[in-house]
Nanobody, 126 residues
Framework: QLPLVESGGGLVQPGGSLRLSCAASGFTLDYYAIGWFRQAPGKEREGISCISPSGGSKKYADSVKGRFTISRDTAKNTVFLQMNSLKPEDTAVYYC???????????????????WGQGTQVTVSK
């Protein structure tokens, strides 16, 4: 299990924004596809965005398309998830995950990932 650490979660009002970070220490993310997932109480884990190793391929779930943006900063060894126009239904624990790959692919299927962070809570409420 590689050490991934999420940060940036918190409490925000509807319509607000947050930026989540997924950082790695002790290894480079350059050869890893990264996915962002979320899980609300009583619900299954949902894949919401993913990015290929070079950043050339990105995917979004329909529920966040147009509101969330995934990016990666090689120099900081970090992947970001910019979340705008947040809604109460975005409330969940958000996880990042990594899978080693030499291909320019990424996937929203959580079963494809074998390295997970501990999660960060995002709460959208008045």
């Amino acid at each position: 299990q590689l050490p991934l650490v999420e940060s940036g979660g918190g409490l925000v009002q509807p319509g607000g924004s947050l930026r989540l970070s997924c950082a790695a220490s002790g290894f480079t993310l350059d050869y890893y596809a990264i996915g962002w997932f979320r899980q609300a109480p009583g619900k299954e884990r949902e894949g919401i965005s993913c990015i290929s190793p070079s950043g050339g391929s990105k995917k979004y779930a329909d529920s966040v398309k147009g509101r969330f943006t995934i990016s990666r900063d090689t120099a900081k060894n970090t992947v970001f998830l910019q979340m705008n126009s947040l809604k109460p239904e975005d409330t969940a624990v958000y996880y990042c995950a990594a899978i080693y790959t030499i291909r320019e692919v990424s996937t929203l299927d959580p079963y494809d990932y074998n390295n997970w962070g501990q999660g960060t809570q995002v709460t959208v409420s008045k």
